[in-house]
C-alpha cells in the first residue's frame, strides 16, 4: 500500500535532511503509527505520501505507483484516494457539519446521492444527530469527528492523521484512536502521526520511529519509544 524505498528530502537552503534513508512498507489493511519528537520528521512523511513534496533521493510508491513521478495532472485523482485529518481538523467554518461532507462530495465528483453518504459517514462517527450544527457549535472532539467522517466519506483505502488528538482532552483522544481504529478495522490502512505516548501505548500497533530525520524503529509490536 505504502512504499519509502531510501527517500531523502533535503532543504538546499539550509542543506539539512527532514528525512533521511528512509524505507519501509505498510501493507494493506495496517495500521501504522509514526512517533518521534518534534521536528523529527513526521509531518515530512506525510506530505511526500501526498506528494506535496517530492522527495530529492528516492522513490515513494502508493497503491504501486511512483507518486513522485507522477504528472501534476494525475495528483488530483491520486489524492482522492486519500482521507487526511489533521490537528486542527480545518472545517469551513460557514459551512454545517453536513455540508462540510457533500461539499468534498462534490468538488471530488463523487457518484452516487450525496445527502445519502454524508449522513452515513456522519452516523459512522456518532454525529448524526448533529449534522446541522456548524463548526463554531461542536467541541473540538465532535470537529475531529466530522472532519474524520470527511476524510472518509469518499471511502478512500488509505486514512492518513496528522497529530488528530493533539488538541483533546485524554478521553476526547482515546475516543478518537478507537474511532480510527474502527475505520482499520472496515478495512481502511490508518497511518497516525503522534506524540501522544499514552495512545500509542495503550493502542499497541506497530510503531514507525523518526529521530532527525532518520527512521531509527519499526516495531511490529508497538509502543513509544524515541
Not at 24 to 53: D, W
Not at 66 to 94: K, T
Not at 97 to 116: C, D, P, Y
Not at 175 to 201: K, M, S, Y
Amino acid at each position: 500500500m505504502i512504499e519509502f524505498q531510501h527517500v531523502t528530502k533535503t532543504y538546499p537552503r539550509t542543506h539539512t535532511h527532514a528525512v533521511k534513508d528512509v524505507d519501509f512498507h505498510i501493507k494493506r489493511g495496517e495500521f501504522v503509527y509514526v512517533t518521534g519528537h518534534s521536528g523529527a520528521g513526521k509531518s515530512t512523511l506525510l506530505s511526500l505520501m501526498l506528494r506535496r513534496i517530492s522527495p530529492t533521493e528516492g522513490a515513494v510508491n502508493i497503491a504501486g505507483h511512483d507518486i513522485s513521478r507522477l504528472r501534476e495532472s494525475r495528483l488530483p485523482h491520486m489524492r482522492r484516494a486519500i482521507g487526511m485529518v489533521f490537528q486542527d481538523h480545518r472545517l469551513l467554518a460557514h459551512l454545517s457539519a453536513f455540508e462540510n461532507l457533500t461539499f468534498v462530495l462534490r468538488a471530488t465528483a463523487s457518484k452516487g446521492n450525496h445527502e445519502q453518504k454524508a449522513l452515513q459517514a456522519l452516523r459512522q462517527v456518532g454525529l448524526a444527530h448533529k449534522r446541522k450544527a456548524f463548526p463554531i457549535e461542536l467541541s473540538l472532539g465532535e470537529q475531529q469527528r466530522v472532519a474524520i467522517a470527511r476524510a472518509m466519506v469518499t471511502d478512500p483505502p488509505l486514512l492518513l492523521a496528522d497529530e488528530p488528538t493533539g488538541n483533546l482532552d485524554p478521553d476526547t483522544a482515546m475516543e478518537i484512536v478507537e474511532l480510527l481504529n474502527d475505520i482499520n478495522l472496515r478495512g481502511t490502512t490508518v497511518l497516525v502521526a503522534t506524540h501522544a505516548r499514552d495512545l500509542v501505548d495503550r493502542f499497541k500497533r506497530r510503531t514507525l520511529v523518526l529521530r532527525n530525520g532518520e527512521l531509527v524503529r519499526d516495531d511490529v509490536a508497538g509502543g513509544y519509544s524515541l
